[in-house]
């Protein structure tokens, strides 16, 4: 069965985030490790790592996702902030590693006035200084609109040019995708999202699907997700982008606008009627 689950939180507490997983009927989740905006990351005292492992075992919630803090920008003009980042990134990936997740997704950063070379080669020194992993394995993620990450041909271009032993592959967005001008509600979006993949990299190479509708037009370059079904990809588009067989048994994870648990159950239900059409 093709895992499915949403990003939970870890507000009160990290096991809360096990505690939302299991409620929602999911068999899969993702979490961040503190809030995404600042620079303070917390310890974990070992009591709290190993519950929270336990109780995952238990639970069998597989894979684990940890998804990086927003402030990291490996290519910035400012020097501090690519040593803060360069410090941030590597205490993220030891943190993930050692609550045994097994992948760590992180957004790259763009910058319109730097070269395509110089911005791999500083994401490629940043990635470098992170000491060998247990099994943790990081994932770079497609985004909106980027020279660099948008375009499916980039990203995989990307990811060789700053491959370390411990990047592992991709994750697809798909309101990132449809942003960026892949139109999977129509066939020639669902084709060319098929040719490049196979033509610039492999469909092994994906690990994870975030699995988010769109509030803006494709091609509108604008990261702004909404709830599956209620966006410009619609219950078609998901229809049309889960029907690709290759992507029949990767994790997929939602990060749909949440005031409420009840918000992801909703969505969590509606990609369970596209899975269960899909299957039928
Ligand atoms: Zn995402
Ligand atoms: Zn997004």
Not at 11 to 30: H, P, R
Not at 43 to 63: G, I
Not at 86 to 92: H, S, T
Not at 225 to 242: A, D, Q, S
């Amino acid at each position: 069965m093709q895992p499915l689950g949403v990003h939970t939180s870890i507000k009160s507490s990290l096991l809360n985030s096990i505690e939302e997983a299991v409620e929602l009927g999911c068999n899969t989740f993702q979490i961040f490790l503190h809030s995404p905006q600042v620079w303070q990351i917390p310890e974990f005292d070992d009591t709290t790592t190993e519950e929270f492992k336990k109780q995952r075992k238990l639970n069998k919630l597989n894979p684990l996702f940890v998804h990086s803090s927003y402030l990291i920008n490996l290519i910035s003009s400012n020097p501090k902030t690519i040593n803060s980042s360069k410090y941030l990134l590597k205490r993220e990936v030891m943190a993930a590693d050692n609550l045994e997740a097994d992948y760590y997704v992180i957004h790259l950063k763009d910058n319109k006035d730097m070269e395509k070379n110089e911005i791999f080669k500083k994401t490629f020194e940043g990635f470098n200084r992170i000491e060998d992993l247990k099994g943790c394995k990081i994932l770079i993620e497609n985004t909106a609109k980027s020279k660099i990450t948008a375009n499916i041909t980039d990203l995989f271009e990307t990811y060789e040019k700053v491959k370390t032993e411990n990047i592992g592959g991709i994750c697809i967005d798909t309101c990132h995708l449809f942003a960026a001008g892949y139109d999977i509600t129509k066939d020639e979006g669902i084709k060319r999202f098929i040719d490049e993949v196979q033509a610039y990299g492999d469909f092994s190479l994906i690990k994870l699907i975030h699995l988010n509708d769109s509030k803006a037009q494709v091609g509108a370059g604008i990261d702004r997700h909404e709830h599956i079904g209620k966006g410009y990809i619609g219950m078609e588009g998901f229809l049309n982008f889960l029907s690709i067989k290759e992507l029949s048994h990767i994790p997929l994870i939602l990060e749909t606008p949440k005031k409420r648990l009840e918000d992801d159950r909703k969505n969590l239900n509606q990609v369970r009627k596209i899975l269960k059409k899909l299957r039928s």
